[in-house]
């Protein structure tokens, strides 16, 4: 028997907490958290060590190999914050749970599949928003920005209804 | 007006980067269970986290400027182009409902041992990729609908911000409320002891709480 994993905090306090760190990196770097920014400059990278040629050429990917370097960036050092930061939090309250995480009535393989289908469907949309829950919702609200609100509404939407329709899943 | 102070280092994306991650696996949202507990209902952290972070920022970006500590257009405050945001917005939603994460989220599901979150980590790299290679012919969806640049809430109704930050800040509390006692009607929300039980644990949750055989398939 291990020891029982310490409790969340209260949605209020981690969203409170979440909201100073926003606030932070607005006052340090001028603009707020992300992270698929960072899976962006990781494909295009991953690419490049495919099809180096192609990738140059290609109209989204080639900006990024023609700057150079595209994982030297500062959302490169910001995900490795979360990995540090998510990891001594884990750690600390002992919520590090090495596992294929489901619901009740999905076996892992599935769980593994409709991981990978989501994992692709989140980051073609990302690209196509412009970014992702962290960087268009959190903090694109935050600046009370259109485009923020705008992307909350379609988010929320699509999660009630595609969460109504495949039920099993998580229930 | 000395800030922001635009500093880009090392250092900075370390920092912001420890208490984002800090913050979000302290309200759990390393489990995709605890996520998309969100849209079936049962645990409306989702909404509460995000609302309140985005209410604290964004009141805290008012009192500085109100302050003259930083200038009207010193953030970066993004643009809308109306299909592609709500077409993304959906498409990630649909992914999270599916998958079980957001991108943030889903480095907390990895820093705290989530095998699903490294998948959904690799799904995510190959759909990025697939727009890439798709960019050009979905340029102009990817334009259309532009609207004014860095167009902020208060600027679209013409109202003062402080009534936008109000009703906000209403909508937040009611949403708080409802949200509550949906959660309550469904044995809501999760605590850390049922989603951070290693594997053999959760498949006695899975046997206590449902027949397995039918999960097959």
């Known amino acids: ?24 990196t607005f006052i340090v770097t001028g603009h707020g958290l992300g992270a698929s920014g960072f899976v962006t400059r990781f494909a295009a990278q991953a690419n490049d060590w495919v099809a180096p040629q192609a990738t140059a050429e290609n109209a989204y990917f080639g900006p990024f190999m023609k700057a150079g370097a595209p994982l030297l960036s500062w959302i490169t050092w910001e995900v490795i914050g979360v990995l540090i930061g998510a990891w001594l939090g884990a750690k600390g309250a002992g919520r590090i749970s090495v ?11 599935s769980r593994l599949g409709y991981a990978l289908v989501g994992g692709a469907l989140v980051g073609f949309g990302a690209r196509l928003a412009r970014g992702c829950t962290s960087g268009v919702g959190l903090s694109g609200g935050a600046t009370l920005a259109v ?4 992307f909350l509404i379609g988010f929320f939407a699509a999660g009630f209804a595609v969460s109504f329709m495949m039920r099993r899943l998580w229930q | 007006m000395t800030i922001p102070f635009y500093d880009g280092g090392v250092a900075a994306g370390l920092l912001s980067g420890v208490l984002f991650g800090y913050a979000l696996e302290a309200a759990g949202f390393g489990s995709p269970r605890k996520l998309t507990g969100q849209f079936t209902l049962r645990d409306f952290s989702v909404f509460k986290v995000m609302f309140t972070a985005v209410l604290v920022c964004a009141i805290g970006l008012y009192v500085l400027r109100t302050m003259g500590w930083m200038g009207p257009n010193a953030v ?10 709500l077409g993304g917005g959906v498409l990630i939603g649909a992914g999270f409902a599916m998958g079980g994460y957001c991108p943030g989220t889903s480095v907390v599901g990895v820093a705290s041992g989530r095998i699903d979150a490294v998948v959904f980590a690799i799904g995510m790299v190959i759909g990025t990729s697939a727009f890439a290679w798709v960019y050009e012919p979905l340029m102009g969806f990817y334009m259309a609908g532009k609207g004014p640049n860095a167009q902020t809430l208060p600027q679209l109704f013409g109202l003062p911000e402080w009534v936008i930050l109000a009703v906000l800040v209403v909508f937040a509390a009611v949403g708080f409320r409802l949200g509550s006692m949906m959660e309550r009607a469904r044995g809501g929300p999760f605590t850390a002891e ?3 039980a290693p594997d053999d644990e959760a498949d006695e949750f899975a046997m206590r709480s449902g027949d397995t055989s039918t999960a097959r398939g």
């Open chain 1, 1 to 24: 028997m291990r020891d029982t994993p310490k409790p969340f905090w209260s949605p209020l306090a981690a969203g409170t907490v979440l909201g100073l760190a926003l606030l932070l």
């Open chain 1, 99 to 109: 596992k294929v995480e489901r619901g009740p009535r999905v076996s892992s393989g």
């Open chain 1, 147 to 150: 485009a923020g609100f705008v």
């Open chain 2, 76 to 85: 970066f405050i993004p643009t809308l182009f109306f299909w592609a945001i």
């Open chain 2, 194 to 196: 049922e989603v951070c």
